[in-house]
C-alpha cells in the first residue's frame, strides 16, 4: 500500500501475489523495494510500481532445519535459504543481507545479482548464534547488525559475518534503522508474564514495549513507551520502522498477532505511529 507523506492512501499493488504475509518491507537506495515474505519462503525485489525484478529463494519450499512450523526451539541446526525469512537490509557495496529467523537461525549474504555468497549462525546464545533474528540492517562502513529478538540482544558483525560484538542494552529488539548522522533507531517488543527470554528466563513482570534510540557506540541517547499500550506514544507490538528523507520516523505494529488476539489491547488499538524528532 502506498500512502502520501500526511497518510492519504495513494494506490496498491500485489493483491494475490502475498500468499500469507509479508514480514518485511526495504526500499534500497536505488528505489526498488525487497518484500520479506515469511509465508512463502522467500525475498522478492519490485519496482516502485509492483513489477517484480529478482527472486530469492524457491517458491513455497523452507530449508530443512529441523523446524516444526510453530515452535522455534525445534530448530537444530542452521540451513540455506530460506526457512520464514524475517527482513532484508542492503549494504554500502550492494551486497544484499536477509535475516532468515522463524524458521531458521542464520544471515545470508547474496551479491546485488542474487548469487548466495555465505551464510553464518546456528541456534544458540553465543557469538554468531541465534534465537529469532528478526531484523538487520547495515552501518555506513559496512557493518552488519542483526537484532536476535528471543536472547535480548544485538550482534554486530563485519561485512563478511565476522563476529565483532553485542549490545544487551536491548529488549527483544525487532528491527533497526540508521539515520545520516549513524544514530541507530530499534523497535522493542514487550515481555508479558508467562513468556521465556533466552537472556532473562522465565518472565514474571511486565515490561512495557518501547522504542530505543543509540549512538553509534551504542549508549541510550532516548528510549519511550508507558504501560499504558493504547496512549500515543506507547506502543502494543512495534516491529518494523523506517526514518525518511526529513528525519520523521515511522513505527508499525504487529497490534493483532501479539496484543488484540490474546486479549492485551482492543480492537481498535494503533497499529502505525509517526513521530517528528527533533
Known amino acids: 500500500m502506498v500512502y502520501d507523506r500526511k497518510g492519504k492512501f495513494l494506490r496498491s499493488w500485489g493483491e494475490g501475489d502475498f500468499t500469507y504475509r509479508t514480514h518485511g518491507i526495504y526500499v534500497a537506495p536505488n528505489g526498488t523495494l525487497f518484500c520479506t515474505d515469511d509465508g512463502n519462503h522467500t525475498v522478492r525485489q ?17 530449508s530443512d532445519t529441523g523446524y516444526d512450523g510453530k515452535n522455534m526451539m525445534t530448530i537444530t541446526r542452521g540451513a540455506g535459504p530460506f526457512n520464514r525469512p524475517t527482513n532484508i537490509a542492503v549494504g554500502p557495496k550492494g551486497d544484499l543481507y536477509v535475516s532468515d529467523g522463524y524458521g531458521n537461525c542464520r544471515v545470508h549474504q547474496f551479491l546485488p545479482t542474487g548469487q548466495l555468497k555465505r551464510s553464518w549462525g546456528s541456534p544458540g546464545r553465543g557469538p554468531g548464534q541465534f534465537y529469532l533474528p528478526h531484523g538487520i540492517a547495515c552501518a555506513a562502513d559496512g557493518r552488519v547488525f542483526v537484532c536476535d529478538r528471543e536472547s535480548d540482544r544485538i550482534q554486530i558483525f563485519s561485512p563478511d559475518g565476522e563476529y565483532l560484538s553485542e549490545w544487551t542494552d536491548t529488549q527483544r529488539p525487532t528491527h533497526l534503522v540508521f539515520d545520516a548522522k549513524g544514530r541507530v533507531y530499534v523497535t ?3 515481555w508479558h508474564p508467562g513468556d521465556e527470554s533466552k537472556s532473562l528466563g522465565p518472565i514474571k513482570k511486565f515490561r512495557q514495549a518501547r522504542m530505543s534510540i543509540f549512538d553509534k557506540d551504542g549508549r541510550v541517547l532516548a528510549r519511550w513507551g508507558t504501560p499504558e499500550v493504547t496512549a500515543p506514544g506507547s506502543f502494543a507490538a512495534p516491529h518494523g520502522l523506517a526514518l525518511d528523507s526529513r528525519g520523521d ?6 497490534t493483532w498477532t501479539f496484543a488484540v488476539s490474546r486479549g492485551r489491547a482492543p480492537a481498535d488499538c494503533h497499529t502505525f505511529q509517526k513521530f517528528a524528532l527533533n
Open 46 to 62: 519490485f519496482t516502485p510500481e509492483g513489477r517484480l525484478l529478482m527472486t530469492l529463494g524457491t517458491l513455497n519450499t523452507p
Open 188 to 190: 522493542e517488543l514487550a
Open 249 to 254: 520516523l515511522y513505527v508499525s505494529e504487529v
